[in-house]
Antibody
Framework: QVQLVESGGGVVQPGGSLRLSCAAS????????VHWVRQAPGKGLEWVAF????????YYADSVKGRLTISRDNSKNTVFLQMNSLRGEDTAVYYC???????????WGKGTTVTVSS | QSALTQPPSASGSPGQSVTISCTGT?????????VSWYQQYPGKAPKLMIY???QRPSGVPDRFSGSKSGSTASLTVSGLQAEDEADYYC??????????FGGGTKLTVL
């Protein structure tokens, strides 16, 4: 059974950094495209970033370009989201999700919470 | 990257049908057949219900169906059941290798 598990969330001050991880099991990880999607408290879903199975294509939402970086280590079955220059509006539950076919997500983790606050 | 437009709420009685709309533009919903729908219960991760406008993943009841006309996609839930009460989000790829979600619709089963 395919499973994704996020970790690395926490409380960070504005301007700070955090690195989220998404560990996959039950599937050939090197064939997976992976998305990060976030959800601010009481708000809707917001797509953040996508990385292709080989790491050679990466796409970002305009709201995070230049501050958040997606990467992967296929030897560790893990995708990362490096978050720099964090702002209050980055406060959210961050989900990683497996790309199903084209721009849809069929397996989701349970999420990790990031709180940006002084 | 503007969000797609969904009605904030929808409702229906058990057994009835309800349709939720998702309006985009000619650059996203109208341009690509990569519209998806997700169901989300409070405090839980979203679940894929429909992909590529009208395709159902295995395990999703056929009471859920999707369609598209122009720049508006729709999710129809037939034979409403109490367990269908949840938030529903549409998504569509855009023209610049990005993805956008709708604002979400809270479906209430009366």
């Amino acid at each position: 059974q395919v499973q994704l598990v996020e970790s690395g969330g926490g409380v960070v001050q504005p301007g700070g950094s955090l690195r989220l991880s998404c560990a996959a099991s039950g599937i050939t990880f090197s064939r997976l495209g992976v998305h990060w999607v976030r959800q601010a408290p009481g708000k809707g879903l917001e797509w953040v970033a996508f990385i292709r199975y080989d790491g050679n294509k990466k796409y970002y939402a305009d709201s995070v370009k230049g501050r958040l970086t997606i990467s992967r280590d296929n030897s560790k079955n893990t995708v990362f989201l490096q978050m720099n220059s964090l702002r209050g509006e980055d406060t959210a539950v961050y989900y990683c999700a497996k790309d199903h076919d084209r721009w849809d997500m069929d397996v989701w983790g349970k999420g990790t919470t990031v709180t940006v606050s002084s | 990257q503007s969000a797609l437009t969904q009605p904030p709420s929808a409702s229906g009685s058990p057994g009835q049908s309800v349709t939720i709309s998702c309006t985009g533009t000619s650059g996203d919903v109208g341009a690509y057949n990569y519209v998806s729908w997700y169901q989300q219960y409070p405090g839980k991760a979203p679940k894929l219900m429909i992909y590529e406008v009208s395709q159902r993943p295995s395990g999703v009841p056929d009471r859920f169906s999707g369609s598209k006309s122009g720049s508006t996609a729709s999710l129809t839930v037939s034979g409403l059941q109490a367990e269908d009460e949840a938030d529903y989000y549409c998504s569509s790829c855009g023209g610049s290798n990005n993805l956008m979600f709708g604002g979400g619709t809270k479906l209430t089963v009366l």
